[in-house]
T-cell receptor, first 111, second 117 residues
């Protein structure tokens, strides 16, 4: 069983719509959760971090965490073509622990 | 803040030679740096955790004698791919976390595209 699972996609959404990206993880001891955006040929860029159950909003992005279900999601409102990228979910067991990445979901925002 | 510089961004080398990749934290001190490898259309796989002043911790399946890591200071870690072969061609990315710990963010370098011919 993979430690961090994501649907590889591609997830295609029209411009202006809401994109919903999902991630599940297996380690119940996980404490820190991150969403990274990666453009082709580039290194990952941090989009959101979340540590407590519930929602966390930052601009067009909302991260949602449910530790009981071992589930974390990312919502992108008013999707733009520039949001087209691969979104990586990453999980850490603690503040000094390594990050474990999912395989990423490729998002395509169409005009 | 929290900028990580990685150099070179791209390197082509002949099979059998060695390549050194540098990772520097520019505006913070990092006691721990992480080295990842990413093959095309795959996710980041952690290779090793680099600790300042001590030996690196390698992930299972990663050859420590092939991938030499040196973390000589709080701002610099290097990865040397020794006797490189075409199967080592990949995107290598470093990551660093500020020394003060807490819920500090992991910052990634810009990556190094290694091609072994």
């Amino acid at each position: 069983q993979k430690e961090v699972e994501q649907n590889s996609g591609p997830l295609s959404v029209p411009e202006g719509a809401i994109a919903s990206l999902n991630c599940t993880y297996s380690d119940r001891g996980s404490q820190s959760f991150f969403w990274y955006r990666q453009y082709s040929g580039k290194s990952p860029e941090l989009i959101m971090s979340i540590y407590s159950n519930g929602d966390k909003e930052d601009g067009r992005f909302t991260a949602q965490l449910n530790k009981a279900s071992q589930y974390v999601s990312l919502l992108i409102r008013d999707s733009q073509p520039s949001d087209s990228a691969t979104y990586l979910c990453a999980v850490s067991a603690g503040t000094a622990s390594k990050l474990t990445f999912g395989t990423g979901t490729r998002l395509q925002v169409t005009l | 803040g929290a900028v990580v510089s990685q150099h070179p961004s791209r390197v082509i080398c002949k099979s059998g030679t060695s390549v050194k990749i540098e990772c520097r934290s520019l505006d913070f001190q990092a006691t721990t740096m992480f080295w990842y490898r990413q093959f095309p259309k795959q996710s980041l796989m952690l290779m090793a955790t680099s600790n300042e002043g001590s030996k690196a911790t390698y992930e299972q399946g990663v050859e420590k004698d092939k991938f030499l890591i040196n973390h000589a200071s709080l701002t610099l870690s290097t990865l040397t791919v020794t006797s490189a072969h075409p199967e080592d061609s990949s995107f290598y990315i470093c990551s660093a976390k500020p020394r003060e710990g807490g819920r500090a963010r992991y910052t990634f370098g810009s990556g190094t595209r290694l091609t072994v011919v």
